[in-house]
Structures are given as structure tokens and as C-alpha cells.
């Protein structure tokens, strides 16, 4: 596709249950981010992947939160042990790094997380 | 550190007419570049516009223009001739030229109103 695809686009689950997002970045995309958008406030940044370099996880709430991006393109952010306070909107981006407009990022859909 | 402020939780225009949505930044940088995201109810969020900090000119893009003050660091949104498709959350976001992470407002629901 042409843009950033994310699966599922929602997601109910247990409290303590583990859940995974998927990622589709834009093709050629090096750069891809992951936000989170809590009802009522802007996004917060949780990580961020750039080619093969090592991946900048200043911004995970907690080590119950984690990522991975197999090959330079798909990602998968993982929630372990969720938590009511998990409950928001997932946001993932791609960027180019090189070339014009390289700095702006392109986001998929999202997938809203409820957890009971 | 980085901080985007929206003042405006919301807004309202009707429809064809102007409205300006004003966004604040704190940055220590002088290299960075800022953008206007919209995100309708479908969740997607949209680029509406960007700016290269170490532009002075203020960029366009049709019906949407901004107006770039870097000694204020404002950076408000300014819509003409407002249409229906306008109705969404606008979020005002920032980013060092040498850096990668977006820091974004809380953002401005804007309601267009027919």
C-alpha cells in the first residue's frame, strides 16, 4: 500500500493479558516511530527505529512495554502484563532519512486498545 | 528540554470563513522545524503544514497558511475559507533539524459549523 498500515485497528483485552501492534511502514521509509495517544492529550513518543542502528526506547513507559523491527520494515510493539492505564491509541510513523522532506513523518491509522 | 502549548482545547468557525489556531514552543535550538498535523475522527493523522525554522518566508498551502514568529516561537494556523472537511483535531508539533522524535500540543478541536 502507499501509506503506513497498522493491525488491528482495535483491540479489547484482559487486564494481565499480553498484546501485540503490527507496523507496515511506508516502502523505503528507514526511520519509524511509535506514539501513544491517551483520550484527551497529544502524542507521546515511546520509540523510535532508524535503519540498523540501535533503537531509541527513552520514551517506553515501562518494561512491560517493547518493540522490535525485523528486517528494517515490519514492527511489533509489545504490551506485556497490560494495565487498564495502557488503554489509548497506538500511533506509528515512517520517515525517510535522506532527501527532501526527510524530517516528516507519515503515520498509519492507529490501533485502539481498550483494556477491561 | 521541548515544549509545544496550544492554548485552545477548542474552536469553532463557520463554514467560508477564517480562523487562526495559535500554538507556542520553548526550545533552546535555533535549527528545527515545526508542523500543523490534522487528525479527523477517522484517527489518521493528516500533514497540513511544515515550516523550516531558518525560513523566514511563512509557508502556504493553499486554503492554510501559517504565521511564524521565531523570536515569539509562535507558530499559529490560519485557515481560510473553512469547509466541512476542516472539522478535525490539530496538533502543533516540533522537531530539532538534528534530532528525530516530534514533540506534539495537546491539540485544538476545531469545529467547522455549517
Known amino acids: 500500500g502507499a501509506g503506513v498500515s497498522q493491525s488491528p485497528s482495535n483491540k479489547v483485552t484482559e487486564k494481565g493479558k499480553d498484546v501485540e501492534l503490527r507496523c507496515d511502514p511506508i516502502?523505503?521509509?528507514?526511520?519509524l516511530y511509535w506514539y501513544r495517544q491517551s483520550l484527551g492529550q497529544g502524542l507521546e513518543f515511546l520509540i523510535y527505529f532508524q535503519g540498523n542502528s540501535a533503537p531509541d526506547k527513552s520514551g517506553l513507559p515501562s518494561d512491560r512495554f517493547s518493540a522490535e523491527r525485523t528486517g528494517g520494515s515490519v514492527s511489533t510493539l509489545t504490551i506485556q502484563r497490560t494495565q487498564q492505564e495502557d488503554s489509548a491509541v497506538y500511533l506509528c510513523?515512517?520517515?525517510?532519512?535522506?532527501?527532501?522532506?526527510?524530517?516528516?513523518?507519515?503515520f498509519g491509522p492507529g490501533t485502539r486498545l481498550l483494556v477491561l | 528540554a521541548q515544549t509545544v502549548t496550544q492554548s485552545q482545547p477548542e474552536m469553532s468557525v463557520q463554514e467560508a470563513e477564517t480562523v487562526t489556531l495559535s500554538c507556542t514552543y520553548d526550545?533552546?535550538?535555533?535549527?528545527?522545524?515545526l508542523f500543523w498535523y490534522k487528525q479527523p475522527p477517522s484517527r489518521q493523522m493528516i500533514l497540513v503544514i511544515r515550516?523550516?525554522?531558518?525560513?523566514?518566508q511563512n509557508a502556504t498551502e493553499n486554503r492554510f497558511s501559517v504565521n511564524f514568529q521565531k523570536a515569539a516561537k509562535s507558530f499559529s494556523l490560519k485557515i481560510s475559507d473553512s469547509q466541512l472537511g476542516d472539522t478535525a483535531m490539530y496538533f502543533c508539533a516540533f522537531m530539532k533539524r538534528t534530532g528525530n522524535q516530534f514533540y506534539f500540543g495537546t491539540g485544538t478541536s476545531l469545529t467547522v459549523i455549517p
Open positions: 510513523a515512517s520517515s525517510l532519512t535522506s532527501g527532501a522532506y526527510q524530517e516528516t513523518q507519515y
Open positions: 526550545t533552546s535550538e535555533s535549527n528545527y522545524y
Open positions: 515550516q523550516e525554522a531558518y525560513k523566514q
Open positions: 516502502s523505503g521509509h528507514t526511520a
